[in-house]
T-cell receptor, first 115, second 118 residues
Framework: AQSVSQHNHHVILSEAASLELGCNYSYGGTVNLFWYVQYPGQHLQLLLK??????LVKGIKGFEAEFIKSKFSFNLRKPSVQWSDTAEYFCAVNGRGSTLGRLYFGRGTQLTVWP | GAVVSQHPSWVICKSGTSVKIECRSL??????MFWYRQFPKQSLMLMATSNEGSKATYEQGVEKDKFLINHASLTLSTLTVTSAHPEDSSFYICSARDHGQGGFYEQYFGPGTRLTVT
């Protein structure tokens, strides 16, 4: 069955600290991978995506993620977080062979950054 | 980038009434749209997949007679919550899938609709 696991439910960091949010998936086939961010009171926005090619992808606002196929992982990283990064982060996957492109979401990680 | 709008952004209704939520893709045509429900501090739960010109596909446990979905055009899908009850109060989010080639699909999300049933 398809599933996405985000191991950290709530992460609290101080500004300038480094961030890594874990994401593992289970999917029977070739996948596309996504990280979305939801700032307080706002809608989901795409941070970055992996379709193919270089497994290290860079997104907006200094975020990056690395696809490790052997580990079924797509961890999100940022070397130095800012207070404005406080938000909910969702990892998601869909199947490359899916005609609908249905996304499977992880339960989300709440990131709180203290100034 | 592609933009998806939802209307209304916030609605309060009385128990027993029906509420319609619209989802529009503003600058692209979307043959497939998705409706999600999000509870506080939780992830998005897919309710149904809406395909233009055909019946929606509902996820297990979602009452199709209660959550009516219509995808009448390539830019508009509607979700009607019929005979709403307080437990239907939630944040409803739609997304629209682009015309990705070869399975490289991306979804664009609307801003969501906060439904409160009193």
């Amino acid at each position: 069955a398809q599933s996405v696991s985000q191991h950290n439910h709530h992460v609290i960091l101080s500004e300038a600290a480094s961030l890594e949010l874990g994401c593992n998936y289970s999917y029977g086939g070739t996948v596309n991978l996504f990280w979305y961010v939801q700032y307080p009171g706002q809608h989901l926005q795409l941070l970055l995506k992996y379709f193919s090619g270089d497994p290290l992808v860079k997104g907006i606002k200094g975020f990056e993620a690395e696809f490790i196929k052997s580990k079924f992982s797509f961890n999100l990283r940022k070397p130095s977080v800012q207070w404005s990064d406080t938000a909910e982060y969702f990892c998601a996957v869909n199947g490359r062979g899916s005609t609908l492109g249905r996304l499977y979401f992880g339960r989300g990680t709440q990131l709180t950054v203290w100034p | 980038g592609a933009v998806v709008s939802q209307h209304p952004s916030w609605v309060i209704c009385k128990s027993g009434t029906s509420v319609k939520i619209e989802c529009r893709s503003l600058d692209f045509q979307a043959t497939t749209m998705f409706w999600y429900r999000q509870f506080p501090k939780q992830s998005l739960m897919l309710m149904a997949t809406s395909n233009e010109g055909s019946k929606a596909t509902y996820e297990q446990g979602v009452e199709k007679d209660k959550f009516l979905i219509n995808h009448a055009s390539l830019t508009l899908s509607t979700l009607t919550v019929t005979s709403a009850h307080p437990e239907d109060s939630s944040f409803y989010i739609c997304s629209a899938r682009d015309h990705g080639q070869g399975g490289f699909y991306e979804q664009y999300f609307g801003p969501g609709t906060r439904l409160t049933v009193t």
